[in-house]
């Protein structure tokens, strides 16, 4: 059975930081394209980053500069480490992972960013 799991979501102060982490059973992630989505409350569900399996990455243009993704296949964990967090960027984070016809989601966490 697979199943991805987010974790490190939290209330965070605007300029703040925050790592999430998204770890895998069932499947190998290092085999598989791996991104990371948020839908806030009222929204469409958008792109936040990608990382292909040769680690190429990929940043939506609201988080250009201040988020980056990457993976450790020996953890089977991909990260999205995000600073000068904005109010805007509170939402449900959600790690995607994709190859061929296989498409995972994990549950979510979320992120809140206020004073």
């Known amino acids: 059975q697979v199943q991805l799991v987010e974790s490190g979501g939290a209330l965070v102060q605007p300029g703040g930081s925050l790592r999430l982490s998204c770890t895998a059973s069932?499947?190998?992630?290092?085999?598989?394209?791996i991104g990371w989505y948020r839908q806030a409350p009222g929204k469409q569900r958008e792109m936040v980053a990608t990382?292909?399996?040769?680690?190429?990455?990929n940043l939506g243009d609201s988080v250009k500069g201040r988020f980056t993704i990457s993976r450790d296949n020996a953890k089977n964990t991909v990260y999205l480490q995000m600073s000068d967090l904005k109010p805007e960027d509170t939402a449900v984070y959600y790690c995607?992972?994709?190859?061929?016809?296989?498409?995972?989601w994990g549950q979510g966490t979320q992120v809140t960013v206020s004073s």
């Open positions: 990382i292909t399996t040769y680690g190429s990455t």
């Open positions: 995607n992972a994709k190859r061929s016809i296989s498409n995972y």
């Open positions: 069932g499947i190998i992630l290092g085999t598989y394209a």
